[in-house]
């Protein structure tokens, strides 16, 4: 299931950011955060299947819902790195002039 959702968010930014005249918003740093974590759980998958042979896509309900919820938190904290990001690098100005304000 990590290996899933990861694939997911990973297409769907990607399609995303490809779709969008200019980066602006940096998506492409998502993009890449999103395909690492990819390739991490794809990589991760093939050496459980290694180990433990045809047990491997019959998992349990108990394991599924661990992968669901590990799956989803890589997703969350990709998404806490490009916000941090964003608001370090500040591409419009924003907190910039919200800082100026006071």
């Not at 899933?4 to 490809?18: E, K, N, P």
């Not at 974590?37 to 290694?50: N, Q, T």
């Given at each position: ?23 602006e918003m940096q998506l492409l740093t998502l ?5 690492g974590a990819s390739i991490m759980w794809f ?60």
């Amino acid at each position: 299931m990590t290996l899933l959702i990861t694939v997911f968010a990973a297409v769907s930014v990607t399609a995303f950011w490809y779709c969008r005249k200019n980066d602006e918003m940096q998506l492409l740093t998502l993009c890449f955060l999103y395909w690492g974590a990819s390739i991490m759980w794809f990589v991760d998958a093939v050496f459980e299947y290694i180990g433990d042979g045809a047990a491997f896509f019959s998992p349990a309900l108990e394991d599924m819902l661990n992968d669901t919820y590990l799956g989803l938190s890589v997703v969350a904290l990709g998404l806490v790195i490009w916000i941090v990001k964003l608001l370090i690098t500040d591409p419009k100005g924003s907190v910039r002039m919200a800082l100026k304000k006071d």
